[in-house]
Structures are given as C-alpha cells and as structure tokens.
C-alpha cells in the first residue's frame, strides 16, 4: 500500500521561507514522478512543481525562481522548498504519486 505524508507547513510572514515534505511509503520516488499540488477553498487544485523519476523538475509560472523540488532517496522523500512566500501562496499543499495522494500539509502566509 503506497502512502504519501506531508509536513512542514504553518504560519510564516510574507518573504519568508518553508521546506515541505511528503515521505513515501510503499513506493520508490524515484520509480515516477512526483508532484506538489496546493488548493486553496473553491479553486480547482494547481500544480506547483513536479520532479521527473530521471529528475528533471518543473514549476508552475508562479513560484518559477521561488521554488525547488527536491528528493533524498535514501530516505524516500521529496521536499518543496519556497522562498520570498507571498501571501496567495496560502493554500494547502498535496504531494502526488499518481495516483496517490497525501492529505496535504497547510501553508498560510500572512502578517
């Protein structure tokens, strides 16, 4: 059974930074892709950034030059870090192992 677990969300000010993570079980990282996704209340979810089994990454526009994808194999997790948080990064972060998802980690920037 594949599981998907993501921490490190909370409060932070605008400009400041957050490392996600989503620790896989059941599953190798590195075997697909795996992606960060985040929604917030009434929008469809958006994906934020994907790292490639190979490990190519990509990013959505809007966190482009902000944002790193990031994967430790030897401990089975992929991280997201975002800098300079900005307050419509406020939303809650997925991972997703297609098809498998985590039950998201919230992230709320504010002052």
């Known amino acids: 059974q594949v599981e998907l677990v993501e921490s490190g969300g909370g409060l932070v000010q605008p400009g400041g930074s957050l490392r996600l993570s989503c620790v896989v079980s059941?599953?190798?990282?590195?075997?697909?892709?795996v992606a960060w996704y985040r929604q917030v209340p009434g929008k469809e979810r958006e994906l934020v950034a994907i790292?490639?089994?190979?490990?190519?990454?990509h990013y959505t526009d809007s966190v482009r030059g902000r944002c790193t994808i990031s994967r430790d194999n030897a401990k089975n997790t992929v991280y997201l870090q975002i800098d300079t948080l900005k307050p419509e990064d406020t939303a809650r972060y997925y991972c997703n192992k297609s098809p498998y998802w985590g039950q998201g980690t919230q992230v709320t920037v504010s002052s």
């Open positions: 790292i490639a089994s190979e490990g190519t990454t």
């Open positions: 059941g599953a190798i990282i590195s075997s697909a892709p």
